[in-house]
């Protein structure tokens, strides 16, 4: 079965600073992976998501995110921190199963905070 | 734009009583999915429905039920609550399955005494 795991459930950046928030990943078949994030008292919005189209996916908000199969990663970055950026973010693996419509399999989450 | 609507926002049950959270899409999307998050742990899902008509369990179904009532309305039902199931509640809805965006309600924060 396909799982994710995001290395670190808190990351504490300056604003301006680059942001890097990690997930890794375990699936048997080409993957389909995602990036969520959450704002306080809301539900989860998507910034991006992978489809083997290419390996380094643009998303909204200046965040990017690259599939390395090698390394089983695929890590989300944004260059420079906006302090409009904290919030908890949530790494996602499509399961299809032997339904083939499937489900999602989310990771624990990584809270950033931004610091002035 | 709606969206996915869910009702109530807030809930507190004593042990051993039962209700149902509704969630409703107007998106005219296929599949809709029940998760709970709780601290440290992510989203974890409970059920789904991947089209009308069809339901199955999550990682975590026991102590739950699902309706897909039709199309737009996919419930949740807590038929003998526990404070084990104090958690936040998402409703979710794609268009057809997981790879699809998956576009999720504001939640239900529920205590259990």
């Known amino acids: 079965a396909q799982s994710v795991t995001q290395l670190g459930s808190h990351v504490s950046v300056s604003e301006g600073a680059l942001v890097l928030l990690r997930c890794n990943y375990s699936s048997s078949v080409p993957p389909y992976l995602f990036w969520y994030v959450q704002y306080p008292n809301q539900g989860l919005q998507l910034l991006l998501k992978y489809t083997s189209a290419a390996t380094l996916v643009k998303g909204i908000n200046g965040f990017e995110a690259e599939f390395k199969k090698s390394e089983t990663s695929f890590h989300l970055t944004k260059p420079s921190a906006h302090m409009s950026d904290a919030a908890e973010y949530f790494c996602?693996?499509?399961?299809?199963?032997?339904?083939?419509?499937?489900?999602?399999?989310f990771g624990q989450g990584t809270t950033l905070q931004v610091k002035p | 734009n709606a969206g996915v609507t869910q009702t109530p926002k807030f809930q507190v049950l004593k042990t051993g009583q039962s209700m149902t959270l509704q969630c409703a899409q107007d998106m005219n999307h296929n599949s809709m999915y029940w998760y709970r998050q709780d601290p440290g742990m992510g989203l974890r899902l409970i059920y789904y429905s991947a089209s009308e008509g069809t339901t199955d369990k999550g990682e975590v179904p026991n102590g739950y039920n699902v309706s897909r009532l039709n199309k737009r309305e996919f419930s949740l039902r807590l038929e003998s609550a526990a404070p084990s199931q104090t958690s936040v509640y998402f409703c979710a809805s794609s268009r057809q399955g997981s790879n699809e965006k998956l576009f999720f309600g504001s939640g239900t924060q529920l205590s259990v005494l």
């Open positions: 996602a693996v499509s399961d299809l199963g032997s339904s083939n419509t499937g489900k999602l399999i």
